[in-house]
C-alpha cells in the first residue's frame, strides 16, 4: 500500500508540522491529534499506550492515535518532551516513514495516516496516528492457539526485509480473524538495522515477554515460535 504524503505546518501556539495521507485525509491540521475532537468517536486503548492512545474514527476510517510518552526515571523529570534534533528526526516522523516504507513493501504492518510534532524550544512533543487493523487480538491472549507459525513468518519477513524493532513484544503481534500476523508500534524501529545480533535481541525480548504473560505456557509458545521462524528463515535468500 502506498501512502500519498503531504505536508502541512501551523503557526498557531504551539507551532507544529505534520505529515499525513493525502489521500485518506482532505482537511489536516493539528486537531487530528486532539482526541477530544473526536468526541464519542475517540475510545481510550486500554492496554498499552502508557494511557496515551485512542482509538479514533475520523474522515481516514477506523484509526490509532497515539502520543508519545517517555517511560522509565526520565518519565519523571517530562514524559512528553523530547530533546530536538530536527524536524526529519522526530519520533513521530521516523515512524511514519518507517511505517510508509514498510507499506509500499507490502510488509504486515499498519500503515500511516498522520504524524505530528509540536517544537517547543530545545524539546518537542509529538503524535501518530496508524490504521487500526480490524478484528485483531495480541498474542499475548493467544496463547492457546496454533498461531506461532503466522507470528514466527511476520517476524520473519521483517527481519528478512533488514527491519529492527524496539520493542518487539507479545502485544505488539496481533492476529486477525483469518488467522494473518501483524506486527505494530514501530517507534524507535529502524530498516537496515536488522544484524544477527539484533535480530536475536528481537527474540529474546519475545520470549522474555511470552514468559511474563504465560508462564510456562508462554516458554512452550515461544519454542513452537522459534522453531517456526528458523524454518521461515532458512526458506528464504539471505
Not at 27 to 33: A, Q, S
Not at 74 to 99: C, H, K, N, P
Not at 139 to 145: E, N, P, Q, V, Y
Not at 193 to 211: D, F, I, K, P, V
Amino acid at each position: 500500500m502506498r501512502v500519498e504524503t503531504a505536508r502541512l505546518a501551523w503557526e498557531t501556539t504551539p507551532a507544529g508540522v505534520m505529515l499525513y495521507d493525502a489521500a485518506r485525509i482532505s482537511r489536516p491540521g493539528p486537531d487530528l491529534f486532539d482526541p477530544a475532537a473526536y468526541g464519542d468517536r475517540a475510545e481510550a486503548v486500554a492496554a498499552g499506550g502508557r494511557q496515551a492512545a485512542w482509538f479514533v474514527h475520523g474522515e481516514f476510517g477506523e484509526g490509532v492515535l497515539r502520543h508519545y510518552r517517555r517511560g522509565g526515571l526520565v518519565a519523571r523529570i517530562s514524559d512528553r518532551g523530547y530533546f530536538w534534533l530536527g524536524g526529519d528526526r522526530t519520533r513521530s516522523f521516523m515512524e511514519f516513514r518507517l511505517l510508509e516504507s514498510l507499506s509500499a513493501q507490502g510488509l504486515p504492518v499498519p500503515a500511516p495516516v498522520a504524524a505530528a510534532y509540536w517544537r517547543r524550544g530545545l524539546n518537542y512533543e509529538a503524535a501518530i496516528i496508524v490504521e487500526r487493523l480490524p478484528d485483531v487480538r495480541p498474542l499475548a491472549l493467544l496463547l492457546d492457539r496454533e498461531v506461532w507459525d503466522a507470528a514466527a513468518g511476520a517476524v520473519a519477513r521483517l527481519h528478512q526485509a533488514g527491519v529492527w524493532h524496539a520493542d518487539l513484544n507479545a502485544y505488539n503481534i496481533l492476529i486477525d480473524g483469518e488467522g494473518k500476523a501483524w506486527i505494530i508500534d514501530f517507534d524507535r524501529g529502524r530498516q537496515r538495522g536488522a544484524s544477527t545480533g539484533a535480530r536475536l535481541g528481537n527474540l529474546r525480548r519475545l520470549r522474555r515477554s511470552l514468559e511474563k504473560v504465560g508462564g510456562a505456557q508462554g516458554l512452550a509458545f515461544y519454542d513452537r515460535l522459534a522453531a517456526s521462524y528458523r524454518r521461515h528463515m532458512a526458506s528464504q535468500p539471505d
